[in-house]
């Protein structure tokens, strides 16, 4: 290219270079749990009567909450059940990677100063947006070829060449799809934390929408892309339209990126941010005062999405716990007592499986405030500070104190807005035990992962994305094990394993003080050791 895109294939090169191992670690995580899995579904359900009883499961509104709508038309096969399963969760994962390589080539490196530097060579100044949109193109396109050939590989029952193809390329075109989307954003965002938040909270919106309308009335899905990947309705019509509406959306928000780019001013954004106060006030006379004025919105925002979230999947609580109870067959064995028992059982089941991602959430709200710590010295942000009467313990623990508390207030918030909205709409509410079982039960898992946060920014800076590759790993074990016959021990691995079925099952209190323990010793070690490193 020449002009505005002036060394575009160097800028090109130096990012698959610079991004190599990012991209092999996700291709590993993804491409293995979709092919492994892929060639397991024959065996898990190869028989008309397993298919036939999963598909019941997948049709109960905690299900399609989750995989969205199971829209296959009878006679139901393998194939049918594994693109039901896997399609939403592969998208979302799609989609997180897409973000974080969308805005880490681009606003990320204006942020840090890289970008002016590269301009100030022989580089179109458009250069390295269409660097990084051709890399989006790369690697989804390379996934998705790797997701054909899994599905091919793995002859799953019921399954044909042309929806092998569809299920490739849809996961690949959700994936380019909200990469151009977090490139717009990128340009739109004053800075690369805000890009960050603005499209991960977008995704949220989505996905919230999403679940809504799956559950209430799956034809309202349209209106979120999230959700358009459903609607290919994979192995049974196979339509191509939502792939093309994928595709459109993305170039339309690469085309205005490119056009934003080709105006923009380094540095700025096109929402222009408030001015601040001209004097400034007791909170920023402390570190710990300063990071909470810093992550006032993202906290704010975390705490907010977290609440709706858990409100949206506790309102079907209701549905949920009819399930039993609509079916004549259970109301003539089962008495009231009983049908109550068992509709309970459900909903506690449900709850277990929800707190999984309540952890998630959490645990990250945190870690991203604390990884703040390595990013802010890096950059040079905080050698201000470091010339002030301030101790380097007093600065770490200001970041570690923030992000402990958000991790544990979004957990507790996100818990709480599932328990309480969803005990609002059941006539029979469950007790209020179960509420604290489950924040006992799994918080301890959420400091953990905070406290390896806190480890690794301090002692192991260099390694600290290792933490997103076993966050997801655990994740993803945790969810998929029991259907591809995984062994326990396998989800042992992260303490998503050890917390076991609460609050079906009864707490584990040497697993919590364990836990517990183990975040203590993590977060002296951290502190210790970024005392003792030099600074970045």
Not at 5 to 28: E, F, M, P, S
Not at 235 to 256: E, F, I, K, S
Not at 261 to 287: C, E, F, M, Q, Y
Not at 300 to 327: H, Q, R
């Given at each position: 290219m020449k002009g505005s895109g002036a060394k575009t294939g160097y800028l090109l090169r130096a990012n698959l270079k610079q991004n190599r191992i990012k991209h092999l670690v996700w291709i590993a995580i993804l491409v293995g749990l979709f092919a492994s899995a892929a060639t397991k579904f024959n065996v898990l359900f190869g028989t008309q009567t397993d298919i036939n009883a999963i598909v019941e499961t997948l049709k109960t509104p905690a299900m399609v909450s989750l995989f969205g709508e199971f829209s296959a038309t009878k006679p139901y096969t393998t194939a049918n059940v594994f693109a039901s399963e896997m399609l939403v969760f592969m998208g979302m994962f799609m989609v997180f990677m897409n973000i974080s390589l969308a805005i880490s080539n681009t606003r990320a490196e204006e942020d840090s100063g890289l970008l002016e530097m590269i301009r100030s060579r022989t580089v179109g100044r458009l250069a390295p947006t269409?660097?990084?949109?051709?890399?989006?193109?790369?690697?989804?396109?390379?996934m998705g070829l790797l997701y054909v050939v899994s599905l091919i590989a793995a002859e799953l029952n019921g399954a044909t060449m042309r929806g092998d193809i569809l299920m490739g390329v849809s996961i690949a075109s959700i994936g380019i799809m909200f990469g151009f989307i977090s490139l717009l954003i990128a340009q739109l965002a004053n800075n690369s934390r805000s890009a960050n938040f603005m499209s991960y909270g977008l995704y949220g919106f989505f996905y919230i929408v999403r679940m809504m309308t799956d559950v209430s009335d799956p034809k309202w899905t349209w209106l979120s892309p999230v959700?358009?990947?459903?609607?290919?309705?994979?192995?049974?019509?196979?339509?191509?339209?939502?792939?093309?509406?994928?595709?459109?959306?993305?170039?339309?928000?690469?085309?205005?990126?490119?056009?934003?780019?080709?105006?923009?001013?380094?540095?700025?954004?096109?929402?222009s941010t408030r001015n601040g106060h001209g004097k400034a006030g007791k909170l920023l006379s402390s570190p710990l005062g300063l990071v909470l004025s810093i992550e006032r919105n993202s906290i704010?925002?975390?705490?907010?999405?977290?609440?709706?979230?858990?409100?949206?999947?506790?309102?079907?609580?209701?549905?949920?716990?009819?399930?039993?109870?609509?079916?004549?067959?259970?109301?003539?064995?089962?008495?009231?007592?009983?049908?109550?028992?068992?509709?309970?059982?459900?909903?506690?089941?449900?709850?277990?499986?929800?707190?999984?991602?309540?952890?998630?959430?959490?645990?990250?709200?945190?870690?991203?405030?604390?990884?703040?710590?390595?990013?802010?010295?890096?950059?040079?942000?905080?050698?201000?500070?470091?010339?002030?009467?301030?101790?380097?313990?007093?600065?770490?623990?200001?970041?570690?104190?923030?992000?402990?508390?958000?991790?544990?207030?979004?957990?507790?918030?996100?818990?709480?807005?599932?328990?309480?909205?969803?005990?609002?709409?059941?006539?029979?509410?469950?007790?209020?035990k179960h509420f604290w079982e489950t924040m006992l039960g799994f918080l301890p898992a959420v400091l953990f992962f905070v406290g390896i946060a806190i480890f690794l920014t301090g002692a192991l800076p260099k390694l600290t994305n290792v933490l997103w590759v076993y966050l997801a790993a655990s994740i993803l074990v945790k969810m998929f094990g029991p259907l591809l016959n995984l062994s326990d021990d396998v989800?042992?691995?992260s303490p998503l394993g050890w917390v076991g079925k609460v609050p079906t099952e009864k707490l584990d209190v040497t697993v919590t003080l364990l836990l517990f323990a183990a975040f203590l010793i993590l977060t002296i070690i951290g502190i210790v050791g970024y005392n003792k490193r030099d600074l970045e």
């Amino acid at each position: 290219m020449k002009g505005s895109g002036a060394k575009t294939g160097y800028l090109l090169r130096a990012n698959l270079k610079q991004n190599r191992i990012k991209h092999l670690v996700w291709i590993a995580i993804l491409v293995g749990l979709f092919a492994s899995a892929a060639t397991k579904f024959n065996v898990l359900f190869g028989t008309q009567t397993d298919i036939n009883a999963i598909v019941e499961t997948l049709k109960t509104p905690a299900m399609v909450s989750l995989f969205g709508e199971f829209s296959a038309t009878k006679p139901y096969t393998t194939a049918n059940v594994f693109a039901s399963e896997m399609l939403v969760f592969m998208g979302m994962f799609m989609v997180f990677m897409n973000i974080s390589l969308a805005i880490s080539n681009t606003r990320a490196e204006e942020d840090s100063g890289l970008l002016e530097m590269i301009r100030s060579r022989t580089v179109g100044r458009l250069a390295p947006t269409y660097a990084t949109a051709l890399e989006i193109l790369l690697i989804n396109g390379l996934m998705g070829l790797l997701y054909v050939v899994s599905l091919i590989a793995a002859e799953l029952n019921g399954a044909t060449m042309r929806g092998d193809i569809l299920m490739g390329v849809s996961i690949a075109s959700i994936g380019i799809m909200f990469g151009f989307i977090s490139l717009l954003i990128a340009q739109l965002a004053n800075n690369s934390r805000s890009a960050n938040f603005m499209s991960y909270g977008l995704y949220g919106f989505f996905y919230i929408v999403r679940m809504m309308t799956d559950v209430s009335d799956p034809k309202w899905t349209w209106l979120s892309p999230v959700g358009w990947i459903q609607k290919t309705a994979i192995y049974t019509d196979d339509h191509w339209l939502p792939v093309v509406m994928m595709l459109v959306l993305g170039v339309l928000c690469l085309a205005m990126a490119i056009k934003i780019v080709g105006t923009r001013d380094i540095g700025s954004g096109v929402l222009s941010t408030r001015n601040g106060h001209g004097k400034a006030g007791k909170l920023l006379s402390s570190p710990l005062g300063l990071v909470l004025s810093i992550e006032r919105n993202s906290i704010i925002g975390w705490i907010f999405g977290g609440f709706v979230l858990g409100a949206a999947y506790g309102s079907i609580f209701s549905t949920i716990g009819d399930i039993i109870g609509s079916n004549p067959t259970y109301r003539k064995i089962l008495g009231v007592t009983q049908i109550n028992a068992a509709n309970r059982e459900l909903i506690l089941n449900f709850l277990n499986m929800l707190a999984l991602f309540f952890v998630a959430i959490a645990a990250i709200s945190g870690i991203l405030i604390i990884f703040r710590l390595k990013s802010d010295d890096k950059k040079g942000y905080l050698e201000i500070l470091h010339s002030k009467s301030i101790s380097k313990t007093r600065l770490a623990l200001s970041y570690f104190s923030v992000g402990i508390l958000v991790s544990v207030v979004v957990f507790a918030i996100t818990l709480a807005g599932a328990f309480f909205v969803g005990n609002s709409t059941l006539a029979n509410p469950i007790a209020m035990k179960h509420f604290w079982e489950t924040m006992l039960g799994f918080l301890p898992a959420v400091l953990f992962f905070v406290g390896i946060a806190i480890f690794l920014t301090g002692a192991l800076p260099k390694l600290t994305n290792v933490l997103w590759v076993y966050l997801a790993a655990s994740i993803l074990v945790k969810m998929f094990g029991p259907l591809l016959n995984l062994s326990d021990d396998v989800a042992n691995i992260s303490p998503l394993g050890w917390v076991g079925k609460v609050p079906t099952e009864k707490l584990d209190v040497t697993v919590t003080l364990l836990l517990f323990a183990a975040f203590l010793i993590l977060t002296i070690i951290g502190i210790v050791g970024y005392n003792k490193r030099d600074l970045e």
